[in-house]
T-cell receptor, first 115, second 108 residues
Framework: NAGVTQTPKFRILKIGQSMTLQCAQDMNHNYMYWYRQDPGMGLKLIYYSVGAGITDKGEVPNGYNVSRSTTEDFPLRLELAAPSQTSVYFC??????????????FGPGTRLTVT | GQSLEQPSEVTAVEGAIVQINCTYQTSGFYGLSWYQQHDGGAPTFLSYNALDGLEETGRFSSFLSRSDSYGYLLLQELQMKDSASYFCAVREEDKIIFGKGTRLHILP
């Protein structure tokens, strides 16, 4: 199992450009999440999904969009990038079977700089 | 809304015991998790408490008191490799919200 994979690892964007951060998991998890982490800070939930075709907003959804057409993939779209979106982006997934500890498995992160 | 409070930094000596506290305010509470993150790395899961009491996993233990909206992570026999940031996270049904993290410094 590869677990949770994210691409790209690093990216520099100019203000106003758009891009898609890719996230995929091969553990057949229903739940997937996008977080951003600013330097020295905690993780802020951007969007999450409880299954294919279902997405919901987290704490800081403005400026982002997501889709969940398959169980495996959960891409995050940035439209009109702004310097405030400079951050490290983590994708995570979890299983919600009864009796499980609701452990989230995180990808390695995408380091995004907007200049 | 929701809020989680944990100390920003804690310092302890190698071989000692340290406790990292977390208090939370949330509209719907299902459980409290703890994650470890080394510099430049991704968070990794340590523990989850849904019910009151102590959960032990090796050198790490986690405690929850739902009536006090409080939990803690206890690390025993500290090793230099435990130097990292530790996050508490509240599960609100389908959402998982993280605190700002506690940076643990370990002195030799």
């Amino acid at each position: 199992n590869a677990g949770v994979t994210q691409t790209p690892k690093f990216r520099i964007l100019k203000i106003g450009q758009s891009m898609t951060l890719q996230c995929a998991q091969d553990m057949n998890h229903n739940y997937m999440y996008w977080y951003r982490q600013d330097p020295g800070m905690g993780l802020k939930l951007i969007y999450y999904s409880v299954g294919a075709g279902i997405t919901d907003k987290g704490e800081v959804p403005n400026g982002y969009n997501v889709s969940r057409s398959t169980t495996e993939d959960f891409p995050l779209r940035l439209e009109l990038a702004a310097p405030s979106q400079t951050s490290v982006y983590f994708c995570a997934s979890s299983s919600r079977l009864a009796g499980e500890a609701y452990e989230q498995y995180f990808g390695p992160g995408t380091r995004l700089t907007v200049t | 809304g929701q809020s989680l409070e944990q100390p920003s930094e804690v310092t302890a000596v190698e071989g000692a015991i340290v406790q990292i506290n977390c208090t939370y305010q949330t509209s719907g509470f299902y459980g409290l998790s703890w994650y470890q993150q080394h510099d430049g790395g991704a968070p990794t899961f340590l523990s989850y408490n849904a019910l009151d009491g102590l959960e032990e996993t090796g050198r790490f233990s986690s405690f929850l008191s739902r009536s006090d909206s409080y939990g803690y992570l206890l690390l025993q026999e500290l090793q230099m490799k435990d130097s990292a940031s530790y996050f508490c996270a509240v599960r609100e049904e389908d959402k998982i919200i993280f605190g700002k993290g506690t940076r643990l410094h370990i002195l030799p």
